[in-house]
């Protein structure tokens, strides 16, 4: 099963191949260890090559790579692991044993590791496979449209009133090449831009996570939730969903419709990382030219992908729900030109990655007249109730300052980044409810904004409105931490206008220092909002969460 099918059809694949007689061990939890007879008796001794395989190749890649090993002093453990989660490992280690061999669905998948710190991850590998980016439409909504006589185009679509689904261009390559499709399709001249923020607008409603998550929201597949009758996929994932709605009682096929131009598609790249050793290496090469050969290639036709040159798609040549003559391939662009798009889609859909800094020095245990509350419960309430303001995709952390909190540190972390529905799902917002304000704490603001800004500048992510939010009711109060003017220094420095990163300030209570949080906020492109009643807090962060939804003039 693929990486853009239902999760409920999927299994993941863990292949140990050994020097015994093939034996298959259904092991608890859906993976599965298989033996085999792999290596000779006169091997001195026997190398372990790890591959992490996209789901969508990986029992393809396991039973190539037991060929490639047969009779060799090496065999290849194939793991079926999700790109998102092998990235995730592989920049911020977190004690999943790291592959020899990345064979992951995108070579976006590549870049974006690379970017957020996996130094031994190159930027590109050579393609296996390639499965063209789609719009996936039910055929009912295909009818609508005029097919089977007339082949609808992507723009018919996005001016159609169908429901349409989106997969979150922040962390899935179909979202990033349908973005990318969309421009294209548009006519040249004044009229483009607007015109593409429309149709992003159009795709904006229903933007959920991943292609998995689309799938499960098709009408009949049983979701509770409003129903989406057209979104991006992968060719792949429309051909394997139809093979089981031939056969199961799942609802009807899918029709794909392909791309006005060539976009990037889905391109499978093999990518050996740095910490590989040299007998590694030597298999890999070897498994490399395999998976490349003819028959290597007739293996990969079996999973309904294409040649990587996207030329040939084996078996479904009479097949009207797809177009199995070859498609044009399209190198993905310069990041720059990815952060572009990326960023205008960030201002339409308003997914956010938020760092929240919240204070929690000794003033905050003072009561606030008329409520009986002290401003640390109404801080916290209100940054437990936010966390439904942001959209699901959105991606947030929350740091607590005061002074020496963490050693010399005056901050800690108390939830780290991670999706807000995740958060949401695990009791985060009881968490933000149950903090505390330290007794004797001061308030250590300069050293918090800049060591906070420093992280948010670092993992900066594309397709998020990347913002720090600072709510305070105090102003700087520890003498050992950077000054103001070296706070302002780095703040300035750490600026880049392509990737905007503005701190939003919200200040409470009588002895804040409004100044002080404007010039913060200024040096980064942000806004300062002061509530001087904090009985009145939740609604001064409501509204500004809430302004974040328009963050350009005359957007609506």
Not at 233 to 254: F, H
Not at 414 to 427: E, F, R, W
Not at 493 to 517: E, F, K, N, S, Y
């Amino acid at each position: 099963m693929g990486r853009h099918e239902p999760a409920a059809g999927r299994r993941g694949i863990r292949t140990t191949i050994v020097v015994t007689a093939a034996v298959l061990v259904a092991a608890a939890g859906g993976w599965v260890t298989v033996a085999r007879v792999t290596a000779s008796a006169g091997c001195a001794q026997e190398d372990v090559v790890r591959v992490a395989v996209a789901p969508d190749l990986a029992a393809a890649v396991d039973r190539i790579a037991h060929g490639v090993a047969a009779g060799q002093c090496f065999r290849f453990e194939v793991e079926d692991r999700d790109p998102a989660a092998v990235a995730s490992s592989l920049a911020v280690a977190d004690g999943t044993r790291r592959p020899d061999v990345w064979i992951p669905d995108s070579t976006l998948r590549l870049r974006r590791a690379k970017a957020a710190g996996a130094a031994d991850v190159p930027v590109s590998g050579s393609s296996v496979a390639n499965s063209p980016v789609v719009f996936a439409m039910t055929e009912d909504t295909a009818k609508s449209l005029g097919w089977p006589g007339k082949t609808p185009a992507w723009q018919d679509l996005l001016d159609s009133p169908v429901s349409l689904g989106m997969p979150d261009p922040g962390s899935d390559p179909v979202g990033v090449s349908t973005l990318l499709g969309v421009a294209k399709a548009l006519p040249p001249g004044p009229a483009a831009a607007p015109a593409f923020a429309a149709a992003m607008r159009r795709l904006a409603p229903i933007t959920l996570p991943g292609v998995d998550d689309l799938y499960a929201r098709l009408p009949g597949a049983g979701s509770s939730k409003q129903a989406v009758s057209a979104f991006p996929a992968s060719e792949t994932s429309v051909l394997r969903y139809n093979e089981r709605a031939g056969v199961t009682a799942t609802p009807a096929q899918l029709v794909a419709v392909y791309p006005p131009q060539a976009v990037p598609s889905l391109d499978y790249p093999f990518a050996v990382l740095g910490n590989a050793g040299r007998a590694q290496q030597d298999a890999a090469a070897k498994l490399l030219t395999a998976l490349l050969g003819a028959d290597g290639q007739a293996v990969l036709a079996g999973v309904d992908v294409r040649t990587p040159d996207g030329r040939m798609l084996f078996g479904h040549t009479g097949d009207t729900h797809v177009a199995a003559g070859p498609q044009a391939l399209s190198p993905l662009p310069s990041e720059d030109a990815l952060d572009q798009v990326l960023n205008q889609w960030a201002k339409v859909n308003t997914s956010s990655r938020a760092r929240v800094l919240i204070d929690i020095s000794g003033s905050m245990n003072a009561i606030v007249p008329g409520t009986g509350r002290t401003r640390m419960a109404l801080t916290a309430e209100a940054a437990a109730r936010a966390l439904d303001l942001f959209k699901p995709t959105s991606e947030s952390s929350t740091w607590v300052f005061s002074t020496n909190l963490d050693g010399d540190h005056d901050y800690r972390e108390v939830l780290p980044m991670s999706p807000v529905s995740v958060q949401l799902a695990t009791g985060a917002a009881q968490k933000l409810r149950d903090l505390r304000a330290t007794p004797n704490g001061q308030t250590g603001l300069y050293d918090t904004v800049l060591a906070a800004y420093q992280q948010a500048r670092a993992d900066w992510t594309a397709g998020r409105l990347n913002l720090v939010i600072l709510m305070t009711d105090g102003r700087n109060e520890d003498p050992h931490g950077v000054t103001r003017e070296q706070l302002l220094d780095g703040l300035n420095a750490l600026q880049d206008p392509r990737r905007p990163l503005p701190v939003i300030a919200i200040g409470m209570g009588p002895d804040i220092d409004a100044g002080d949080l404007g010039a913060i906020t200024a040096a980064t492109g942000g806004k300062t909002f002061v509530a001087p009643d904090p009985a009145k807090i939740a609604d001064v962060f409501y509204g500004a969460l809430a302004g974040l939804s328009c963050p350009t003039p005359g957007c609506t």
